[in-house]
């Protein structure tokens, strides 16, 4: 029998190792791949933001309703004009009231004249009961007779004062008209703009009772100064202080961050719905005048600013797991490994890293994807960079 020559025997050999690696790399598990994000140095905030959608107010808002009811007889405005306070805004039917006062101011003339009556009549019977004074002293007349004198004298003096008094109260009369008529007006309480008007002229305008949400007659707003008002979770209320710093985002304004400030803090927890304790918060603009259109009532969210750290350790906070621990992709053994990481500051997008990990240390973001776990093999996802 022939025996294989070494060549043969080397060939077979070659063909025997190449099996062998191939069925080893058939066996191993397949590799993972995986979203990964280097640890870097940059900027780390501490921040809070509203539970709610938060709205834009202005600081002068009122809606405007007469006391009295009535048909509606002037309408000096028009939605959306701007007026200046003071400015007669809608005034009812009070051709009524305006008699009352015409009898009233008629009834102080009437008054007034009867004063001057009876004063002078008062005064010349004080000096009718003076010389009667004198002729008693010569013993020209009888002391009865100075006393019916210096008694009727006494009466018209009373008579004058309560001619007086007959005066006040018709003036006094003559003002109950005029507040009267004044609760058929609407006057502008301060400078604004005219949001809305209910009703027009000829119908009827009635006033709102207590405990009734009657639409208001005039809507004013005074739009040169406006603010945002918030819903916090009252676990973060203890946090928030009057003065730091906010960023106002806001739908209209999707791209563009605005800077504010907390202006107050609500004293009290309100209980929108049941187990959703909200604070509220008002913020300013700090640069109002670079905002153009804003209108009262649009939507807006506030993230107060609790602290800044500029040159921080950080990793992205959605790549933080359950317990305070990372997915870390080791360069040398291709494998992830799980790392417990000491938290600093943070906020939705970025964690401050106080140990665990180092600049330049690779760890998954990727951690919604199936079989990602520690202990499997991974690769970076190159599409995912793209």
């Given at each position: 029998m022939k025996r294989p020559s070494l060549r043969s025997l080397i060939i077979l050999a070659v063909i025997a190792a190449v099996a062998i690696g191939v069925l080893w790399r058939l066996t191993l598990p397949k590799s993972v791949a995986v979203v990964v994000k280097e640890v870097d140095r940059g900027r780390v905030e501490s921040t809070i933001a509203n539970t709610r959608a938060g709205s834009i107010e202005a600081c002068q808002r009122t809606k405007l309703s007469t006391i009295l009811g009535g048909r509606i007889e002037v309408l000096a405005v028009k939605e959306g004009d701007k007026v200046k306070k003071g400015q007669l805004l809608m005034k009812l039917w009070n051709d009524d009231q305006k008699a009352q006062q015409t009898l009233a101011a008629s009834q102080v003339e009437l008054a007034r004249r009867r004063v001057t009556e009876a004063c002078t009549v008062a005064a010349n019977a004080m000096?009718?009961?003076?010389?009667?004074?004198?002729?008693?002293?010569?013993?020209?007349?009888?002391?009865?007779?100075?006393?019916?004198?210096?008694?009727?004298?006494?009466?018209?003096?009373?008579?004058?004062?309560?001619?007086?008094?007959?005066?006040r109260q018709a003036e006094a009369r003559l003002a109950a008209t005029r507040v009267e008529q004044g609760r058929t007006v609407l006057y502008a309480p301060f400078a604004g703009t005219v949001a809305k008007i209910v009703g027009e002229i000829g119908e009827y305008s009635t006033p709102s009772p207590p405990g009734v949400p009657t639409p208001p007659a005039i809507d004013l707003i005074d739009e040169t100064c406006l603010y945002v008002t918030a819903p916090m979770d009252e676990i973060d209320a203890p946090k928030i202080k009057v003065g730091q710093p906010v960023r106002i985002k806001m739908d209209a304004f999707a791209k563009r961050d605005f800077p504010g400030r907390v202006k107050r803090v609500a004293p009290y927890v309100t209980a929108v719905e049941k187990q959703a304790r909200t604070v509220d918060v008002e913020v300013d603009f700090l640069k109002p005048e670079?905002?153009?259109?804003?209108?009262?009532?649009?939507?807006?969210?506030?993230?107060i600013v609790l602290a800044v750290k500029d040159d921080a350790l950080r990793v992205p906070t959605a790549a933080i797991q359950e317990g305070g621990k990372v997915l870390l992709l080791n360069a040398d053994s291709g494998k992830l490994e799980e790392r417990p990481i000491k938290a600093g500051i943070a906020n939705w997008e970025y964690t401050e890293v106080l140990d665990g990990l180092q600049a330049g240390d690779r760890i998954v973001t990727s951690l919604e994807k199936e079989g990602v776990k520690a202990g499997v093999r991974a690769v970076v996802d190159d599409k995912a960079k793209k």
């Amino acid at each position: 029998m022939k025996r294989p020559s070494l060549r043969s025997l080397i060939i077979l050999a070659v063909i025997a190792a190449v099996a062998i690696g191939v069925l080893w790399r058939l066996t191993l598990p397949k590799s993972v791949a995986v979203v990964v994000k280097e640890v870097d140095r940059g900027r780390v905030e501490s921040t809070i933001a509203n539970t709610r959608a938060g709205s834009i107010e202005a600081c002068q808002r009122t809606k405007l309703s007469t006391i009295l009811g009535g048909r509606i007889e002037v309408l000096a405005v028009k939605e959306g004009d701007k007026v200046k306070k003071g400015q007669l805004l809608m005034k009812l039917w009070n051709d009524d009231q305006k008699a009352q006062q015409t009898l009233a101011a008629s009834q102080v003339e009437l008054a007034r004249r009867r004063v001057t009556e009876a004063c002078t009549v008062a005064a010349n019977a004080m000096r009718e009961a003076d010389r009667v004074s004198d002729l008693r002293k010569q013993n020209f007349v009888s002391l009865s007779k100075e006393d019916q004198a210096r008694t009727e004298a006494n009466a018209r003096a009373a008579g004058c004062e309560t001619a007086k008094a007959d005066v006040r109260q018709a003036e006094a009369r003559l003002a109950a008209t005029r507040v009267e008529q004044g609760r058929t007006v609407l006057y502008a309480p301060f400078a604004g703009t005219v949001a809305k008007i209910v009703g027009e002229i000829g119908e009827y305008s009635t006033p709102s009772p207590p405990g009734v949400p009657t639409p208001p007659a005039i809507d004013l707003i005074d739009e040169t100064c406006l603010y945002v008002t918030a819903p916090m979770d009252e676990i973060d209320a203890p946090k928030i202080k009057v003065g730091q710093p906010v960023r106002i985002k806001m739908d209209a304004f999707a791209k563009r961050d605005f800077p504010g400030r907390v202006k107050r803090v609500a004293p009290y927890v309100t209980a929108v719905e049941k187990q959703a304790r909200t604070v509220d918060v008002e913020v300013d603009f700090l640069k109002p005048e670079e905002i153009g259109g804003l209108l009262v009532g649009y939507s807006a969210d506030v993230e107060i600013v609790l602290a800044v750290k500029d040159d921080a350790l950080r990793v992205p906070t959605a790549a933080i797991q359950e317990g305070g621990k990372v997915l870390l992709l080791n360069a040398d053994s291709g494998k992830l490994e799980e790392r417990p990481i000491k938290a600093g500051i943070a906020n939705w997008e970025y964690t401050e890293v106080l140990d665990g990990l180092q600049a330049g240390d690779r760890i998954v973001t990727s951690l919604e994807k199936e079989g990602v776990k520690a202990g499997v093999r991974a690769v970076v996802d190159d599409k995912a960079k793209k």
